[in-house]
């Protein structure tokens, strides 16, 4: 069965830095779009952040932009969210997610094909 695994969650205080990590099993990254959601408690899923199956085109959501990166090592087959200056905001489970069938250069992740159980971020004091 396809699956993705994401690990990396935990409490950090307010400024602190997580790295988030995403593995696939059965199936290469590579060839797929990547993306990051959240779904705080209370509030819808939202996107975070996507890369391209090339690894050369990334959006951010405004709220993220310019404290979290995105990122791809084909080689071992692994997709990173480098989180810094979390703010309480940014607590919520985070989600990767695959999106096949696509551009080399698409990095919108509008529909993913397959979701990761999520991991827990706790931002707080």
């Known amino acids: 069965q396809t699956q993705l695994v994401e690990s990396g969650g935990g409490l950090v205080q307010p400024g602190g830095s997580l790295r988030l990590s995403c593995a696939a099993s059965r199936f290469t990254l590579n060839n797929y779009a990547i993306g990051w959601f959240r779904q705080a408690p209370g509030k819808e899923r939202e996107g975070v952040s996507c890369?391209?199956?090339?690894?050369?085109?990334?959006n951010y959501a405004d709220s993220v932009k310019g404290r979290f990166t995105i990122s791809k090592d084909n080689a071992k087959n692994m997709v990173y969210l480098q989180m810094n200056s979390l703010k309480p905001e940014d607590t919520a489970i985070y989600y990767c997610?695959?999106?096949?069938?696509?551009?080399?250069?698409?990095?919108?992740?509008?529909?993913?094909?397959?979701w990761g159980q999520g991991t827990q971020v706790t931002v707080s004091s």
């Open positions: 997610a695959a999106q096949g069938d696509v551009g080399l250069l698409y990095s919108q992740c509008l529909s993913p094909d397959y």
């Open positions: 890369i391209s199956v090339s690894g050369s085109n990334t």
